[in-house]
């Protein structure tokens, strides 16, 4: 049997993980949401649920995974199997499906990125009524080609494997990712209103912090920005050596995660108030919104280039992790090759996710089962089989290893009852709101 790849070293498993965990919402609602529940008010709550249980929810993930050499599907049946428990490998799937669940619809939104990123290089952003052609494009069939090109470059990533294709992506993309933000920032800073975007952001509305929904809003973008699904950072654990340093490498990701949002946030909101446009815009933010910023501005084909550069990615570092969760379970079950595990998850996705490309509603209504449901539930399946199943010191010993600051036994109970139960939350929550994350 060939050997299991590694990461080579920290710095390409933590920049991996930041790719995985920095996805679209994270560009768009957190600066949403920064400014809507009190500015920096907002980071209170925010603060203390993604580095204390978003930090929590990665230890768990990592130590799973590289405890059983496996992603949550071995993982799940090897737990099962020693207690002799029936319908592990049922249960095992449910991770690496719902993984695929978001594959499929993310890679929608990246075909609408790539169309904008191709309009931005041929200069027809400057000229296009972005309102009206959004609208004309986004549920039709001339999204598929890039929808395809989305889920294409995906699979080829990640058929090279973990260092030459997931690893070297990272660490090549990642600090461009981060240069790009910086730069994009202090264009928009420098534009005449930028300072009531900053005020927005940076002016804080102490009311909120005695408001539920405030609190409500910063677990559940705490719990999904650092991608918390039961699956692929499960995998990515799996990648890592006994040396390695687990509660370090999930502060490091929790931090340098919530890092790029704050970035995004200033790189947006200025130019969003400097031309008087709607900061809560959502989703549209990125395909109607700041194209008619970069439409009012100096040289705004390059910048609009260099924007959608940035989103892409952002984006294909995180569906490069979708595609290796799902990926690595079917090679688990199937033995296959990894090349072949890639392109028969890649042609199911495609095939499975063109009635969502072409028609808005159904994509709305997936996705949102899917995030709102299938993800938060896979989370609880895994944190759920690692802490009730398996024996507390073992679990302790598993995540210890390597770590130059051993946590403690209260991290056990602390992960057994009060990270599970507000993993319960989030699910009970994100179906009363419509979503939380």
């Known amino acids: 049997m060939k050997e299991r790849e590694n990461f080579t070293n920290r710095?390409?498993?933590?920049?991996?993980?930041?790719?995985?965990?920095?996805?679209?919402?994270?560009?768009?609602?957190?600066?949403?949401?920064?400014?809507?529940?009190?500015?920096?008010?907002?980071?209170?709550?925010?603060?203390?649920?993604?580095?204390?249980?978003?930090?929590?929810?990665?230890?768990?993930?990592?130590?799973?995974?590289?405890?059983?050499?496996?992603g949550s599907f071995t993982g799940i049946q090897e737990i099962f199997k020693k207690h002799g428990l029936k319908g592990g490998k049922i249960v095992g799937l449910i991770p690496p499906i719902g993984l695929m669940g978001v594959l499929m619809f993310y890679c929608v939104v990246i075909a609408w990125i790539l169309k904008y990123f191709f309009l931005s290089v041929t200069g027809q952003i400057m000229t296009i009524d972005v309102t009206t052609y959004f609208d004309n494009f986004v549920g039709t069939t001339s999204t598929v080609p890039y929808f395809f090109l989305a889920l294409f470059i995906t699979v080829v990533v990640v058929s090279l494997g973990v260092t030459k294709g997931i690893e070297k992506l990272n660490k090549w993309i990642m600090p461009l990712l981060f240069i790009l933000f910086i730069v994009l920032t202090i264009r928009g800073l420098t534009l005449p209103g930028a300072l009531e975007g900053v005020e927005y952001l940076l002016t804080p509305n102490w009311e909120y912090l005695f408001k539920v929904e405030t609190w409500v809003m910063a677990l559940g973008q705490a719990f999904f920005t650092v991608s918390l699904n039961g699956c692929g950072m499960v995998v990515y654990g799996s990648y890592i050596s006994e040396k390695f340093d687990i509660p370090s490498a999930a502060v490091s990701t929790a931090l340098f995660d919530t890092i790029a949002a704050l970035l995004a946030s200033f790189m947006i909101m200025p130019a969003v108030f400097a031309f008087g446009l709607d900061p809560a815009a959502g989703p549209s933010l990125l395909f109607i919104t700041l194209p008619k910023v970069f439409q009012s501005m100096s040289y705004g084909g390059i910048l609009s280039t260099l924007f959608f550069l940035s989103i892409i990615f952002a984006a294909i570092s995180s569906s490069v992790n979708m595609l290796e969760g799902s990926m690595e379970a079917l090679m688990a079950w199937t033995k296959c090759s990894r090349v072949r595990a890639c392109s028969i998850i890649g042609g199911i996705s495609f095939v499975a996710a063109v009635p969502l490309a072409t028609n808005i509603g159904a994509f709305n209504q997936f996705a949102d089962f899917v995030t709102i449901v299938v993800s938060p539930v896979a989370a609880l399946i895994v944190a759920v089989t690692f802490f009730y199943l398996l024996d507390g010191k073992e679990v302790l010993e598993s995540i210890n290893q390597g770590a130059k600051r051993p946590l403690g036994k209260v991290f056990i109970p602390f992960s057994k009852y009060v990270f599970v139960g507000v993993t319960v939350a989030v699910i009970v929550l994100g179906i009363a709101y419509g979503g939380i994350g």
């Open 11 to 70: 710095f390409g498993f933590v920049i991996s993980c930041v790719g995985a965990a920095l996805g679209l919402g994270n560009i768009w609602m957190f600066s949403y949401r920064l400014g809507a529940y009190g500015g920096p008010v907002f980071l209170i709550p925010y603060f203390i649920f993604v580095f204390i249980l978003g930090s929590t929810g990665l230890i768990n993930e990592f130590a799973f995974g590289r405890l059983f050499k496996g």
